[in-house]
DNA sequence: CACTTGACCTGTCCGC
DNA sequence: TGCGGACAGGTCAAGT
């Protein structure tokens, strides 16, 4: 998904969205998004109400009011997109799995697919600026209806995210919350820091590196790319040949993109949308990612195409040399 | 441990 | 237009 920018916006979006809202119903059709005992959901997320939205590395918290929280990953193609006004739909209507909630709270099998008639309105806008104006759609996998009957819907058209519900303490123990690397953008994070925090993968390059949670929080493939170009440093360089100085550059770069991107709405490279199911517009200020065949913005040789650490790169081979 | 590669899924795009 | 393969914002579990 989503990477830093992408999830801070959603949750940016969401805290003035959702935040004291109380939730009716939650209904879901593949157990691996939402892999919750039933139990649960009745006890801790029916009738709880929305206190607080967080992120941490690429991850978001739904603090709720028991005490527990919704911890949502969207990996590559996750959505969490609220809709405010509705019409011509029942909740009988929604998604083709089962619903928790409604009037009796008790487990209600749903055969109907989702109504095609359906229509959601959004703010009106730049018509190219929603990608989803049509919820519920065949990539829903989580709808939340709340007691005003808005709604909060989980799409991942790739199934690699997940909704899950738990204590809100027990977050910080996730195996992946125990292993994250610092926040890039947190003020007090400095350039010695960051540098200090690639010494563990001196034998890798340094694309691999910048992906790996552990050591950073929240780059990924769009930001990493750009970053690097920023730095002037080729992806396949190795992290122990760095000085210090590219790593003050490169630190730089980071917080500088990341910081860009959030201030645009983030990257929609395909799917990705905020919370009101808009694109962002990072992409049109992007120096390198997917823009092979174009010129480099500083010194006009090609960008092109590689692959490093397994994900496609983009560089300027003239400004980025090993 | 550090490091690399494939797997997890669905959809789209590109070449034949 | 159909079909096969490569590829897509991210982690993980296995390999070496």
Redesign the pocket.
């Known amino acids: 998904?989503?990477?830093l920018p992408?999830v801070e916006t959603v949750k940016r979006g969401l805290l003035k969205l959702i935040v004291g809202k109380t939730v009716k119903t939650v209904s879901f059709d593949?157990p691996?998004s939402f892999p919750n005992a039933t139990a649960d959901v009745e006890a801790f997320l029916l009738n709880s109400k929305i206190t607080d939205v967080r992120r941490r590395?690429?991850?978001l918290i739904i603090d709720l009011s028991t005490n527990y929280s919704l911890v949502v990953?969207?990996?590559?193609?996750g959505q969490l997109v609220f809709v405010g006004e509705h019409k011509g739909i029942r909740d009988s209507e929604m998604g083709n799995g089962v619903t928790l909630g409604s009037k009796s709270n008790t487990l209600t099998p749903i055969s109907q697919p989702p109504n095609p008639n359906g229509e959601y309105r959004f703010a009106a806008g730049h018509p190219n600026d929603s990608l989803v104006n049509n919820l519920p759609d065949?990539?829903t996998r989580v709808t939340i209806t709340f007691s005003d009957n808005t709604k909060l819907f989980f799409n991942d058209?790739?199934?690699?995210?997940w909704v899950r519900l738990m204590p809100t303490l027990e977050v910080p123990n996730?195996?992946?919350m125990m292993?994250?690397g610092p926040e890039p953008l947190e003020p007090d994070f400095t350039a010695k820091q960051f540098a200090a925090r690639f010494?563990?993968?001196?034998?890798?390059?340094i694309k691999?590196?910048l992906?790996?949670?552990?050591v950073i929080?929240?780059?990924?493939?769009?930001?990493?790319d750009e970053a690097l170009w920023g730095a002037k440093i080729h992806p396949s360089t190795?992290?122990?040949d760095l000085p210090y100085s590219k790593f003050q550059l490169l630190y730089s770069e980071v917080r500088y993109v990341m910081n860009l991107s959030i201030e645009k709405g983030?990257?929609?490279?395909?799917?990705?949308?905020n919370a009101e199911g808009k694109?962002?517009s990072y992409?049109d200020f992007a120096r390198v990612?997917?823009r092979e065949g174009l010129d480099c913005p500083r010194c006009g040789t090609e960008i092109i195409?590689l692959?490093v650490?397994?994900?496609?790169?983009h560089i300027c081979s003239s400004c980025q040399q090993i």
């Open positions: 998904m989503p990477e992408e593949n691996k590395a690429k991850v990953h969207l990996k590559m193609t065949k990539s058209q790739r199934k690699f995210g996730l195996p992946f292993r994250v010494a563990r993968r001196a034998r890798t390059n691999a590196a992906l790996d949670q552990s929080a929240g780059v990924g493939n769009i930001y990493a190795l992290v122990g983030g990257s929609t490279n395909r799917n990705y949308v694109k962002g992409m990612f997917r195409k692959r650490a397994g994900r496609g790169t």
